[in-house]
Antibody, heavy 122, light 105 residues
Framework: QVRLVESGGGLVKAGGSLRLSCAVS????????MSWVRQAPGKGLEWIAY????????HYADSVRGRFTISRDNAAYSLFLQMDSLRVDDTAVYYC???????????????WGPGTLVTVSS | VLTQSPATLSVSPGETVTLSCRAS??????LAWYQQKGGQPPRLLIY???SRMSTAPARFSGGGSGTEFTLTITGLQSEDFAVYYC?????????FGQGTKLDFK
């Protein structure tokens, strides 16, 4: 059974940092491209970061480029998002998401974690 | 930019509804549809504009290409009341529409 579980969210002051983790199980992690997608309270979905299976290709949304860093540890079946210089408008539920088929960069996400809430206060 | 219409649709169980997603430039068939219920992560329903996930009920169908896309739900059921998002994956950054909410008439 495919499972993704995010952790590391919480309350932080503007300018601070957080590191999110996503522990996965039930599939061969190194075969899949992964992303982080966020959702501000009461708002729509926003893709923010993507990493290929070997970490050789990474993309960021303009809204987080230069502040957030996506990474992965294939041996540990884990995905990470280092978030620095956090702003109030980074407040959101952060989801890790897996591409729906292996070995592809479709950027279509068939499996999602339940999300972790990040709240940035002023 | 993906624009979904309408923002909210009031419908009754048993009805057939069609949701629209318009792209500001061609995304070919690189368009997916997701369903999201309150407090839950999104669920992938349709990929490549018209291919239904094996886990999605047959009453969901997608169509279109280029800049105009639709999601049709034939015979709406109570569990279908949710927010629906389209998403393009042709170019980075991948983007979502703002969503269409289905609520009870």
């Amino acid at each position: 059974q495919v499972r993704l579980v995010e952790s590391g969210g919480g309350l932080v002051k503007a300018g601070g940092s957080l590191r999110l983790s996503c522990a996965v199980s039930g599939f061969t992690f190194m075969d899949y491209y992964m992303s982080w997608v966020r959702q501000a309270p009461g708002k729509g979905l926003e893709w923010i970061a993507y990493i290929s299976s070997s970490s050789s290709t990474i993309h960021y949304a303009d809204s987080v480029r230069g502040r957030f860093t996506i990474s992965r540890d294939n041996a540990a079946y884990s995905l990470f998002l280092q978030m620095d210089s956090l702003r109030v408008d980074d407040t959101a539920v952060y989801y890790c998401a897996r591409d729906f088929i292996p070995y592809s960069d479709h950027a279509v996400w068939g499996s999602w974690g339940p999300g972790t809430l990040v709240t940035v206060s002023s | 930019v993906l624009t979904q219409s309408p923002a909210t649709l009031s419908v009754s169980p048993g009805e057939t509804v069609t949701l629209s997603c318009r792209a500001s430039q061609s995304v070919r068939n690189n368009l997916a549809w997701y369903q999201q219920k309150g407090g839950q992560p999104p669920r992938l329903l349709i990929y490549e504009a018209s291919s239904r996930m094996s886990t999605a009920p047959a009453r969901f169908s997608g169509g279109g290409s280029g800049t105009e896309f639709t999601l049709t739900i034939t015979g709406l059921q109570s569990e279908d009341f949710a927010v629906y998002y389209c998403q393009q994956s042709k170019d980075w950054p991948s983007t979502f529409g703002q969503g269409t909410k289905l609520d009870f008439k």
